[in-house]
């Protein structure tokens, strides 16, 4: 399977980076990102646009950390992919500004098209941007606060971006980790998450994944759609009873330990759909330099260097 060299044939690895979730374990954003591109040698990089961190105030837009984000991978020759929409990565998920509720659907709807062509608009003519991600598992409900699901909306994205820019791919993620798509918008890519270690009611679980079942979901969707896939989400940090930053390191380690790390690492190339882009890349930058714990960061270094 070409997967690669359809995504993008700057990397077979990535990460996705978050300045929120910087912010959750009390870091500075600059010096993560600094040391994932020099230290960890990363060239790919998931990048969100939060519309509640850009356009706090309706019609009023800073972009200056997202700039200067763009700006360092650039320097040091790395990609991104660009998210866009309400639902970007990392909790609460939904990451509306707060004005946006107070407007009536219709006009919810509007004002989010229009930071999504803002966003493109800024954005498009920047050479490190390869593609872009829309609206991170879209129709998922049952996950984040103030979801808002509406796929008559999506479509509207989806059809903007294209419009916008019809030149990059458009990446959707499926909205469980099972499913494949069959009703619009159907993206240029599809994008899986993969998980193994799980906390619910009370308990770790071992997930169902296993590399054969993704490599028969991206064969249906190639059969169904001629449309590649790859792992976008790469489960590489703890998933436990509370927020990690609040976990001690036992717990976390309970829930993503060296050898667990190594081998979602092994599980997800197994599945040949690439790029992977590995989740966790502040969680090991925060263990190796508050908890001097770094191997975690080195034995996702191994892939990069």
Same mark, same amino acid.
């Given at each position: 399977?070409?997967?690669?060299?359809?995504?993008?044939? /700057?990397?077979?690895?990535?990460?996705?980076?978050?300045?929120k979730?910087?912010?959750?374990?009390?870091?500075?954003?600059?010096?993560?990102l600094r040391? *994932?591109l020099?230290?960890?040698?990363?060239?790919?990089?998931?990048?969100?646009?939060?519309? =509640?961190?850009?356009?706090?105030?309706?019609? $009023?837009?800073?972009?200056s950390?997202l700039?200067a984000?763009?700006s360092?991978?650039?320097?040091?020759?790395? $990609?991104?992919?660009?998210?866009l929409?309400?639902?970007?990565? +990392?909790? #609460?998920e =939904?990451?509306?500004?707060?004005?946006?509720?107070?407007l009536?659907? /219709?006009?919810?709807?509007?004002?989010?098209?229009?930071y999504?062509?803002t966003?493109?608009?800024?954005y +498009?003519? =920047?050479?490190i941007t390869?593609?872009?991600?829309?609206?991170?598992?879209?129709?998922?409900?049952?996950?984040?606060?103030?979801?808002?699901?509406?796929?008559?909306?999506?479509?509207?994205?989806? &059809?903007l971006?294209?419009r *916008?820019?019809?030149?990059?791919?458009?990446?959707? &993620? &499926?909205?469980?980790?099972?499913?494949? #798509?069959?009703?619009?918008?159907?993206?240029?890519?599809?994008?899986?998450?993969?998980?193994?270690i799980?906390y619910r009611?009370?308990?770790?679980?071992?997930?169902?994944?296993?590399?054969?079942l993704?490599?028969?979901?991206a064969?249906t969707?190639?059969?169904?759609?001629?449309?590649?896939?790859?792992?976008?989400? *790469?489960?590489?940090?703890?998933?436990?009873p509370k927020?990690?930053?609040?976990?001690?390191l036992a717990d976390?380690?309970?829930?993503m330990?060296?050898?667990?790390l190594?081998?979602?690492i092994?599980q997800?190339?197994?599945?040949? *759909?690439?790029?992977?882009?590995?989740?966790?890349?502040?969680?090991?930058?925060?263990l190796k &330099?508050k908890?001097?714990a #770094?191997?975690?960061? =080195?034995?996702?270094k191994?892939l990069?260097?």
């Open positions: 399977m070409k997967n690669s060299k359809k995504l993008d044939s /700057n990397s077979k690895f990535g990460v996705s980076f978050s300045l979730q910087c912010r959750n374990f009390g870091l500075s954003w600059q010096p993560v040391s *994932l020099t230290d960890m040698g990363i060239k790919r990089f998931r990048l969100m646009s939060y519309w =509640n961190e850009h356009e706090v105030e309706q019609g $009023v837009y800073d972009f950390e700039d984000q763009i360092l991978i650039a320097k040091h020759g790395g $990609v991104i992919s660009l998210c929409g309400a639902r970007q990565p +990392r909790w #609460p =939904n990451h509306w500004p707060e004005w946006a509720w107070s009536t659907h /219709n006009e919810r709807s509007e004002a989010l098209l229009h999504v062509e966003i493109v608009k800024r +498009r003519d =920047n050479p390869i593609s872009y991600q829309l609206e991170n598992e879209a129709l998922l409900e049952q996950f984040g606060e103030r979801p808002e699901v509406d796929r008559d909306r999506l479509q509207q994205e989806y &059809t971006v294209k *916008l820019d019809p030149k990059r791919p458009v990446i959707m &993620t &499926t909205s469980t980790s099972w499913g494949i #798509p069959m009703r619009q918008p159907i993206p240029d890519i599809v994008g899986f998450s993969y998980y193994q799980l009611d009370g308990k770790y679980r071992l997930s169902f994944h296993r590399p054969w993704d490599k028969l979901r064969a969707i190639q059969l169904l759609h001629s449309k590649p896939s790859f792992i976008h989400e *790469l489960q590489a940090e703890p998933w436990g927020n990690i930053w609040e976990m001690d976390q380690f309970n829930s330990s060296l050898d667990q190594q081998e979602n092994r997800a190339k197994a599945t040949n *759909l690439y790029p992977i882009d590995l989740w966790g890349a502040e969680w090991w930058y925060w &330099t908890h001097r #770094p191997d975690h960061w =080195n034995a996702v191994e990069f260097t």
